[in-house]
């Protein structure tokens, strides 16, 4: 089982830069996150989708954008890149069976961002 | 959104329990207590839930006091391998788009000794 699938593992951007982190999950989760996490701290939510074609911000939503054309993928995309954006990034997904109902989710294993 | 305190560090030996403890005194009435853990170099993976009873699973069991203003995340048996970060997370409902946040503290960081 592929789970949720992050690429690429590792990558250095230059100040200025874009790129675009893939996720992408084989469970047809209708949710999925993206999460940051910075040496020593908790994940913080940069943005979340409830389904294809609707998003919507966390937390932590600027110097960042998302899109959701299809069920299986979440791609984040950096514009701009700056130092402070020099992070782990985590893809996670859900599958909500009822509204009310708790369900787990499945994180990925991370994009390590260095940001020079 | 509802925040939980957890200590930052806990030690124990392997083969003994563990006790983790959670405070989140203002939790409503609709949030779940949520656990997750994260390996070293790896993303978070899902513990164990509950709202107001006590739960058991495979992996652990959760503690959630009357009032529901604390709860303990109990390994029974420690091993070497449950070394990691142990998040406390209330389950933040979104009632208009339905979605289910996780919003993380920065946890407890377990360290087990042989």
């Known amino acids: 089982n592929a789970g949720v699938t992050q690429t690429p593992k590792f990558r250095i951007l230059k100040i200025g830069q874009s790129m675009t982190l893939q996720c992408t999950q084989d469970m047809n989760h209708n949710y999925m996150y993206w999460y940051r996490q910075d040496p020593g701290m908790g994940l913080k939510l940069i943005y979340y989708s409830v389904g294809a074609g609707i998003t919507d911000k966390g937390e932590v939503p600027n110097g960042y954008n998302v899109s959701r054309s299809t069920t299986e993928d979440f791609p984040l995309r950096l514009e701009l890149a700056a130092p402070s954006q020099t992070s782990v990034y985590f893809c996670?997904?859900?599958?909500?069976?009822?509204?009310?109902?708790?369900?787990?989710?499945?994180f990925g294993q991370g994009t390590r961002l260095t940001v020079v | 959104d509802a925040k939980t305190t957890q200590p930052n560090s806990m030690e124990s030996n392997e083969e003994e329990p563990v006790h983790l403890p959670c405070n989140h005194s203002t939790i409503s009435g609709t949030d779940y207590i949520h656990w997750y853990r994260q390996l070293p170099s790896q993303g978070p993976e899902y513990v164990i839930h509950g709202l107001t009873s006590n739960v058991n699973n495979r992996m652990a069991s959760l503690a959630i006091a009357e009032d529901r203003k604390s709860s303990t995340l109990i390994l029974h048996r420690a091993t070497l391998r449950d070394a990691a970060v142990y998040y406390c997370?209330?389950?933040?409902?979104?009632?208009?788009?339905?979605?289910?946040?996780?919003?993380f503290g920065q946890g407890t960081r377990l360290t087990i000794n042989p």
């Open positions: 997370i209330l389950r933040v409902l979104q009632i208009i788009q339905g979605a289910q946040k996780l919003v």
């Open positions: 996670a997904s859900s599958y909500p069976r009822y509204r009310d109902r708790v369900t787990e989710a499945f």
